[in-house]
């Protein structure tokens, strides 16, 4: 773990880096706002029959703005216990940006069109689908090529930075202090071993890097284009670069008991419910009795009716065809049924987080005697 760079006694220093934290995430908030405001007043222009979002509720919208505030409050409490450097707070897209939101721009005509016609199957010719499984041959979010290309690898980050309003990558780093503590209470034998399912273009497991340097990473996703964005990603930081795998998360190619901790960010609200069901099972089969998992999703209306209708705005306005089914999905009961242990149920700000144990052989896999609250 990471001893703080915040210092008790330097109050004046430890208020202005808070400060400036701040600052740089309402100023990417700004920038959503005005790219959301923008984009869907043209849209609303172009097509002024097409009725997509209903309006949210103050109620909803003082909700969301708490919500926001205390992610920011929880990044920052958890750079300031050390479990990652303070710099980390203040990694942006901003390469990205100014590389790539032109070409977003650009892109956004296709995507009404798909939005409109509901094409959702709609590929290049150049890309084989074969390999696969059916469920995956869409194109989520109405992106082009789905996950099969450059251009969406390219495009994929700034769209969900965009989405969350710049708050994505605070929202993976809550994996990090459940699995922090609880590599405390239970150090392995090194190597450590973290796996990231379903890792995309590698924003989680860069930010793994910075919460546990010295861990062996993996990261495993069904698309070689945002694999090999993520591999260049990777490869600026330093430390080993992630073992990367092309490969399904349903069937995992990996041994038994393998990893010390695995990390799942927003796929299973992609996933079918039987596969749901079957990941789960394969990270449990892939878990070290004794390791920790840790899933990172979107909010449920199982236990936030009041916040339906955003959910029904976003399954409108994206193509997400198992989010709503996702929404009303226990979990819970899925990872016991996988032998896992629910040690803890949290949420920040979008964000709904499992943070399971696999029990260790012949112990007590009661949750009162596995770990401590977090
Ligand atoms: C919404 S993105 C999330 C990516 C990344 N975890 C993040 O935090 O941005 C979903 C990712 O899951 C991958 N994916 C979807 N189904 C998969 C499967 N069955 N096995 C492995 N990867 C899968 C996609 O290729 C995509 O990269």
């Known amino acids: ?77 958890d750079a300031a216990a050390g479990f990652y450097p303070a710099s980390l707070l203040f990694d942006g897209l901003w390469q990205e940006f100014w590389q790539f939101y032109p070409v977003l721009w650009l892109d956004l005509p ?40 450059e251009t969406s690898a390219n495009l994929y980050d700034l769209q969900v930075e965009i989405l969350f309003g710049g708050t994505a990558d605070a929202m993976r780093r809550r994996v990090i202090a459940p699995i ?16 990231d399912v379903a890792c995309g273009t590698g924003r989680t497991l860069k930010q793994l890097r910075y919460g546990f340097p010295e861990a062996a990473l993996f990261g495993i996703d069904l698309s070689p284009t945002y694999l090999r ?30 990893f010390n901790a695995i990390t799942c960010v927003f796929l299973f609200h992609e996933l079918p419910a039987p596969v749901r069901q079957q990941v789960i099972d394969e990270c449990a089969r892939v878990l070290q009795p004794g390791g920790i998992f840790v899933i990172c999703d979107s909010i449920q209306a199982i236990d936030s009716p009041a916040q339906r209708p955003m959910m029904e705005n976003f399954a409108n306005l994206f193509h ?34 499992w943070i399971a144990v696999k029990p260790q052989e012949g112990g007590d896999s009661s949750p009162a005697a596995a770990i401590p609250p977090l």
């Open 229 to 258: 964005k993520a591999n260049s990603l990777l490869a600026e930081q330093v430390g080993d670069l992630p073992q990367l795998i092309q490969g399904s998360a349903e069937a995992l190619p990996y041994i038994d008991n393998y």
């Open 320 to 353: 997400e065809p198992f989010y709503r089914n996702y929404i009303e999905d226990d979990l819970n009961h899925r990872l016991e049924k996988a032998g896992l242990v629910v040690q803890e149920v949290q949420h920040h700000f979008m964000s709904k987080y």
């Open 180 to 195: 922090a503590r609880h590599l405390q209470i239970l150090p392995p034998t090194p190597p450590v071993r973290v796996l």
């Open 1 to 77: 773990m990471h001893v703080a760079p915040f210092a008790s006694d330097l109050p004046l220093i430890n208020e202005a880096l808070r400060s400036s934290y701040q600052a740089v995430q309402w100023g990417k908030n700004i920038l959503a706002i005005a790219h959301k405001t923008l984009s869907a007043r043209l849209f609303n222009s172009l097509f002024p029959t097409e009725e997509r979002t209903q309006p949210l509720s103050p109620e909803l919208q003082t909700w969301l703005k708490e919500r926001y505030e205390a992610l920011l409050n929880s990044d920052w409490q």
């Open 110 to 149: 296709q995507m009404w069109q798909r939005a409109r016609s509901r094409r959702f199957q709609d590929f290049a010719d150049t890309i084989s689908l074969d390999a696969y499984p059916q469920y995956y041959r869409q194109n989520f979010h109405y992106q082009t090529d789905g996950y099969l290309s």
